[in-house]
């Protein structure tokens, strides 16, 4: 009873967040920030991966930037030196990035130990120094422009208006997703890893390969997203991809709640409008505020700020009904 | 390949691999001691070279006393991010004590950054450099030319890995290390305070750090983001070693420097040198191959 | 056909310089309630280790139903029919404890990432069946009620029980027990005892590592008795307790023998 009853209230939840998404674009809504809300979208789905990643597997990625850029190059090279269906190009990009993050992936999780911090971090790395390098296919510093719209039929998704619902729909879409995911049997899977890696393996859970399943589902998100980019800015240049990028995607992370899907609007919602609004410089001072908000909410709250705000707020609706109930 | 080629590639090598080998150090010690990866370790290099710099150039302190208080506050800072942030975490997780010492790394890097903010504009650029110890006219041997600061590199790391060797074995407070990263709860009943000794290992791992920041950055430059190459260089050194043996992890940062400068210098095929950043990965690539064949070999014998 | 369910040959394990288990030859009837007993220090824990696939022996070899089991690690021994409780629980604290024993399930169903992401019927069909037995082996240990409870809630003894339909789940053959009666008082023993003997009936095989001798000699058709990582005898419950070599054993460890 309990159980739909909480089902419910999340339908109410989201409710109010579907009708946000649906009506922002709008321009006596929110059309000035369109573009912000653009990039809220792209970026929630880098960061449900990360999410997810941390929450079930225990170890941090620092190279969501590093796929976030093979899907965003993958896109542009193939749809502008080699004319590939756009939509085409991204799938492509998606299986590469999620066949690359599968064999890192795989050289990791089988050892005992946090590696997966450092060697994404030196992956985004190298990712970065290769779109630099390659300057036969990556253009190098100077990047890729003119990258084409993408278009069903003879729509073409090329104002923001239109860009916005195609950007958010292959969000909630990814949400839904790792939605369904997280109450299936493999979620069930997951938790249990969560819970006891011993007992999962018990119970003929290979906790391995499922961190690996996972952290290729992120890579997979986080590819699909970078095409998205492409398609919106129309120019890749390999600047966007490095730590920075991947560090903020952490911060997002970790605000939204680590294991938590819909926690990862909030995180990134929060950390843009952080970093558009208020932090304008590229300058000491974004470290600054990341690192103490990295520090500060994991020491208070470590399961993510938003989830620690949701479940303070359940302890508290718990208390007033028995309250209620007593009197 | 020429022979003046090799014998610099192995010279620069030599006393870059060994910085990367302190910082090895910090982080066995640390990860031994409390079991965590402390991420900030490539920022007390950073922080050793940057503050020996300031402290002389800006505030005019004498050479050696700068090079002194550089490692100290960066001892103090090391001390701090274990009191503040990581013993805060009461029974944190893994992944939360990751984020700490990642938020703590780009905290120093903001801090630096913005402190001296000024400064670095007008100098020009934040790429620093610290005077030579002894001066900066190179030495010639075998056709290759030394910079003296290599000397100074690659000697006191020498020394520090003794002093390291002989503070472990001989002293009470290493052998309490020692005890403690082998078996935390045997060595806390025989009245060993853990906590003493995971804010040692922090301290020691931040010096570490520090003394090889001082000696580098003069030969090297130094600037606000040389944590990140040098903590990742400094990382594969440790997964050499095993993240337990001392040992190894200096055999590895010393040859994973001079397989660094060796691709510096050697176009392979169609990896220009631009790729020599590169080769940091490739070898922590290899390493967890090796690793996990022999992790899944050792199940097996054991 | 053995009517061996397991057997042990030469099984050693040593870690380091001391030798946990020196040479252990044993087999295991099916269908048979097993008890392995022994004083402290006797190695129970690492043949049970063994057994369950955390440890890989130093020597010597454990078969199946008559096929090797290698270095198969535990979540291969969980598919192929091998369930284990824990001595420290270890129930899955993020979920209802229902969903625990239907996480039970995974080794006998099938769907997976794309069936559940997309909602395709087999995964439903199948989420259906997973519930369905699930309650079926909650009802079993006699927690039906509590199907919808956070399992901390639950006092140990109930927890523990919770464990065993945990693993009941995976529809075992071989289902092994970790000192499944520490810390359960009196009544709590007896409802244990009475559960091994319902799971004998469901023709599964138990072996139970206990301190605990009136649960043993209660409810074991054979045992087994290490001292020092050796087997020093077996035989059924009545012939052990009159052996010399398990008596003097035990005279060394008083507080088995209360």
Same mark, same amino acid.
């Given at each position: ?60 990625? $620092? ?28 799938? /492509? ?235 | ?16 691999g060994s910085?990367y080998a302190l910082?090895g150090l910090?982080?066995t010690i640390?990860?031994t ?24 150039? $800006? ?85 290759? /030319? ?11 790391t020498i020394?520090v890995a003794i002093?390291l060797h002989l503070?472990f074995s ?8 020692r005890? /403690? ?56 050194a440790a997964a050499i070693g095993g993240f337990r043996s001392q040992l190894l992890t200096v055999a590895g940062g010393i040859g ?47 | ?151 901390? /809630? ?29 810390? $359960? ?74």
């Amino acid at each position: 009873m309990l159980a739909r009853l909480k089902a419910r209230g999340a339908y109410l939840a989201i409710a109010p967040l579907l009708v946000l998404v649906v009506l922002a674009p709008f321009d006596w809504f929110l059309g000035d920030y369109t573009t912000l809300l653009i990039f809220m979208g792209i970026h929630t789905m880098v960061t449900v991966g990360l999410c997810l990643l941390m929450g079930y597997t225990g170890q941090v990625s $620092l190279g969501q930037a590093a796929f976030y850029g093979l899907g965003a190059y993958g896109s542009a090279i193939l749809t502008t030196k080699y004319d590939v269906n756009p939509w085409l190009a991204m799938v /492509s990009a998606a299986a590469i990035t999620g066949a690359f993050a599968y064999i890192v992936g795989y050289l990791i999780f089988r050892l005992k130990g946090n590696y997966l911090a450092m060697a994404t971090l030196g992956l985004g790395l190298v990712i970065v120094i290769l779109f630099e390098q390659l300057d036969g296919l990556t253009n190098g510093v100077r990047g890729i422009t003119g990258i084409p719209r993408l278009s069903i039929g003879d729509f073409v998704f090329d104002t923001a208006f239109r860009r916005y619902f195609l950007v958010w729909f292959f969000c909630l879409a990814t949400l839904l997703l790792a939605q369904n995911m997280v109450r299936s049997r493999t979620g069930r899977a997951l938790r249990a890893i969560h819970g006891s890696e011993a007992a999962a393996e018990s119970i003929g859970v290979n906790s391995a390969q499922f961190k690996v399943k996972i952290f290729v589902l992120g890579a997979v998100f986080a590819s699909l997203a970078g095409s998205l980019y492409a398609h919106n800015v129309f120019y890749v240049s390999p600047g966007r991809f490095g730590f920075l990028f991947s560090v903020m995607l952490v911060v997002m992370a970790v605000i939204g709640g680590l294991a938590s899907i819909w926690g990862a609007i909030f995180g990134t919602a929060v950390v843009r409008l952080l970093s558009d609004k208020l932090l304008i410089e590229l300058g000491g001072w974004d470290m600054i505020i990341y690192g103490l908000i990295l520090i500060a909410v994991m020491i208070f709250v470590p399961q993510g700020l938003f989830v620690g705000l949701r479940d303070t707020y359940e302890r508290w609706r718990l208390r007033r009904t028995r309250r209620g109930a007593v009197t | 390949m020429s022979l003046d080629l090799i014998v610099q590639s192995v010279i620069s090598g030599l006393s870059q691999g060994s910085v990367y080998a302190l910082v090895g150090l910090g982080f066995t010690i640390v990860f031994t001691v409390t079991g965590i990866i402390n991420f900030a370790q490539g920022e007390f290099v950073m922080l050793g070279g940057m503050l020996s710099w300031v402290f002389f150039r $800006l505030y005019g302190v004498p050479q050696v006393p700068a090079l002194i208080l550089a490692v100290m506050v960066a001892t103090v800072v090391g001390a701090l991010l274990y009191l503040l942030a990581i013993r805060s975490a009461r029974k944190a997780s893994v992944v939360s004590l990751i984020i700490i010492t990642i938020g703590a790394s780009i905290l120093i890097r903001g801090i630096v950054s913005e402190i001296w903010r000024e400064d670095f504009v007008r100098n020009g650029t934040d790429v620093v450099r610290p005077p030579y110890f002894t001066g900066e006219n190179p030495l010639h041997f075998l056709g290759a /030319s030394i910079e003296p600061q290599r000397l100074w590199i690659v000697g006191t790391t020498i020394f520090v890995a003794i002093a390291l060797h002989l503070f472990f074995s001989y002293t009470m407070v290493g052998k309490a290390l020692r005890a /403690s990263s082998v078996n935390r709860v045997g060595a806390s009943l025989s009245g060993i305070n853990p906590r003493t000794m995971a804010l040692i290992a922090f301290a020691m791992a931040a010096a570490l750090g520090a003394i090889g920041g001082i000696v580098v950055a003069p030969q090297n430059t130094t600037y606000v983001e040389a944590g990140l190459m040098l903590g990742l260089n400094g990382f594969v050194a440790a997964a050499i070693g095993g993240f337990r043996s001392q040992l190894l992890t200096v055999a590895g940062g010393i040859g994973l420097g001079i397989l660094e400068q060796f691709a510096i210098r050697v176009d392979w095929g169609p990896l220009s040198s631009g790729y020599a950043d590169a080769i940091g990965l490739v070898v922590l690539v290899l390493v967890l191959l090796v690793r996990s064949g022999k992790l899944a070999a050792q199940e097996r014998a054991s | 056909m053995s009517s061996s369910i397991l057997e042990t040959k030469g099984l050693c394990k040593a870690f380091g310089g001391l030798t946990a288990v020196d040479k252990v030859d044993l087999s295991v009837e099916t269908g048979k309630i097993t008890s392995i007993i022994g004083p402290n220090g006797a190695g129970k824990t690492t043949l049970f280790n063994l057994i369950a696939g955390v440890y890989a022996p130093s020597s010597g070899e454990i078969s199946f139903q008559g096929e090797s089991l290698g270095h198969a690690p535990p979540h291969k021994r969980a598919a192929l029919g091998i369930a284990r409780t824990f001595q420290n629980v270890l129930l899955f604290d993020n979920m209802t404890a229902l969903e625990n024993v239907m996480t039970g399930q995974h080794p006998r169903s099938r769907y997976g990432f794309f069936e559940a992401a997309l909602r395709l019927p087999k995964a439903h069909h199948e989420e259906e069946t997973i519930s369905l037995k699930a309650k079926q082996y909650l009802n079993l240990v006699g927690l039906g009620m509590y199907a919808d409870r956070n399992p901390l /809630s639950l006092p140990l003894g109930q927890q523990k029980l919770l464990t065993i339909a945990r693993a009941l789940a995976t529809e075992p053959k071989l289902l092994l027990l970790d000192e499944p009666g520490a810390g $359960l008082n009196a009544l709590e023993k007896q409802g244990l005892s009475e559960l091994i003997r319902r799971i004998r009936e469901m023709g599964i095989t138990t072996i139970l590592v206990e301190h605990d001798m009136d649960l043993v000699m209660g409810i074991a058709e054979w045992v087994i008795v290490l001292d020092s990582g050796q087997k020093i005898a077996e035989g059924t419950a009545s012939q052990i307790q009159k052996n010399k070599k398990v008596i003097a054993a035990y005279l060394g460890d008083e507080e088995a023998i209360e």
